[in-house]
C-alpha cells in the first residue's frame, strides 16, 4: 500500500462527511458501460468492484461506501455491480466487467445465491482476477483449491447470532406465548443459518411457540404484507417478531404501527442499519445484529488488494485466514448507546491493512 495514503486509510471520517459521501456513491456508482477503456489497461492499477444485492438496502449502501472509502484510499478505479436478486444478472455483469478490464481487477461480492459463487469464482480465476466472496458459497468451494486468485471466504455465525437475537426477542415478552418468523431466501446461507439460531431458541424455551414462518426474501415489502395477514389470522397470539434481517424486521414493524401495535410486539432482526438500531433504541426492536457492513465492503477489497499487489502470499496463509466466521455484535437495549456512539454518530473505525483483525473462528 502506497505510504502517501496510510493516513487516509486509518483516519476516521466525520459523521457529516460520511452522510454526504453515502449519497453520492449511493446515486452516482460508477456505471460499467461509462467507464473510459484506457483505465483498463494491463499494467494499472486494479479495477476494485464490489457486487451487491441492491443499493436501496441500507446495509448494502453502507457496504457500497466502505468499497467506494478504500478504493479512493488506494487511489484505484471502484465499480458497484448490482444483481437486485437476479442471479443471471448478478452473474452475467461480472463476467461483463472481467472482458472489459482483462481480468485486471479485485472483486468483492455477495453472491445473490450459494450456487453462484462456484460461477463467479471459476470466471474470475480464468480470467486471473483476485477474488474474495461473502456469505454464500457451496459447502464444498474452497479457497485454497483456486490459489492464487480466489483469496477468502468471510462469513458471520448465523446460527450463533439468530439465536442471540431470539434469546433477546423472548425475553422482551417474558418467555412465554406465540411468534411469528420471517425468513430470507431460502437455499441463500445466512438465511438457512439465522433460521437454525432461531430452532435452538425455540427447542431452549418450551414456553414460545412457532405460530408461522414465511419467507420474505429479505425484502421490506414482502414482509409487510405477511404481517398484515398475521395480524388478521393471529391477532392477540402474536407475543414477537423474529425477522433473518433487518430489512423485513422494518417491514414488519411498518405494519405494526399501522395497527398501532409498535412497542406492544417487539421484534427482532439482524444487520445493525441504522433504523433498526433506532428501533432497539425506542423500544420497538428488541435486538439486532450487526455486520458492520461498511467494514465488509471495503475489507474485502483491501484483502483482495493486498494479495493482488503482493503484500501478503495467500497460498501461505492459513486456512482460518481463507474462509472464516467474523466477528458481529449484539445490539440490544443494554449495548445500544454504545453502538450508536461508535457506529452510527461516526464512521466506523477501520484499519485497512489489518486484514485479520476480525477473525473470530
Not at 448478478?90 to 453472491?111: E, Q, S
Not at 463467479?120 to 477474488?131: D, L, T
Not at 483469496?151 to 422482551?172: C, E, N, R, S
Not at 438457512?192 to 421490506?220: C, M, S, T, Y
Amino acid at each position: 500500500m502506497n505510504p502517501e495514503n496510510s493516513d487516509l486509510i486509518r483516519q476516521p471520517i466525520p459523521r457529516r462527511t460520511f452522510i454526504r459521501r453515502a449519497a453520492v456513491v449511493t446515486g452516482a456508482t460508477a456505471v460499467l458501460t461509462t467507464i473510459p477503456r484506457k483505465l483498463f489497461a494491463a499494467d494499472s492499477k486494479p479495477v476494485l468492484v464490489n457486487s451487491i444485492r441492491s443499493l436501496a438496502n441500507p446495509y448494502h449502501a453502507t457496504w457500497n461506501q466502505g468499497g467506494a472509502d478504500f478504493a479512493k484510499a488506494v487511489g484505484c478505479e471502484y465499480v458497484t455491480l448490482v444483481t437486485e436478486g437476479n442471479s443471471e444478472k448478478g452473474i452475467a455483469d461480472i463476467r461483463a466487467i472481467l472482458a472489459k478490464t482483462g481480468g485486471n481487477l479485485v472483486l468483492n461480492v455477495d453472491p445473490n445465491d450459494s450456487p453462484d459463487a462456484r460461477a463467479i469464482v471459476e470466471a474470475c480465476v480464468n480470467a486471473k482476477a483476485h477474488v474474495v466472496t461473502q456469505w454464500n458459497k457451496p459447502d464444498d468451494l474452497h479457497p485454497k483449491d483456486f490459489n492464487p486468485y480466489y483469496i477468502a471466504h468471510i462469513i458471520f455465525d448465523g446460527v450463533t447470532y439468530g439465536q442471540q437475537t431470539a434469546d433477546a426477542l423472548f425475553k422482551a415478552f417474558g418467555g412465554s406465548g406465540g411468534i411469528v418468523g420471517l425468513g430470507g431466501i431460502i437455499s441463500n446461507t445466512p438465511a438457512i443459518q439465522r433460521k437454525q439460531g432461531l430452532e435452538k431458541a425455540l427447542a431452549a424455551n418450551p414456553n414460545v411457540k412457532l405460530l408461522d414462518f414465511q419467507e420474505a426474501h429479505w425484502k421490506a415489502s414482502e414482509a409487510f404484507t405477511i404481517t398484515g395477514t398475521w395480524l388478521t389470522k393471529f391477532g392477540k397470539d402474536i407475543k414477537g417478531i423474529w425477522a433473518a434481517n433487518d430489512d423485513m424486521a422494518s417491514g414488519a414493524l411498518e405494519a405494526l404501527r399501522a395497527e398501532g401495535l409498535n412497542g406492544k410486539i417487539p421484534v427482532c432482526g439482524t444487520d445493525g442499519i441504522k433504523l433498526a438500531v433506532e428501533a432497539v433504541k425506542s423500544g420497538d426492536m428488541a435486538a439486532t445484529a450487526s455486520w458492520n457492513p461498511y467494514w465488509q465492503g471495503g475489507m474485502g477489497l483491501s484483502i483482495g488488494y493486498g494479495a493482488r499487489t503482493g503484500k501478503f502470499d495467500v497460498s501461505k496463509e492459513p486456512d482460518n485466514h481463507r474462509n472464516y466466521n467474523a466477528k458481529g455484535i449484539l445490539v440490544t437495549k443494554e449495548t445500544v448507546d454504545d453502538f450508536i456512539k461508535n457506529y452510527i454518530q461516526t464512521t466506523p473505525k477501520v484499519d485497512w491493512n489489518d486484514y485479520w483483525g476480525n477473525v473470530a473462528s
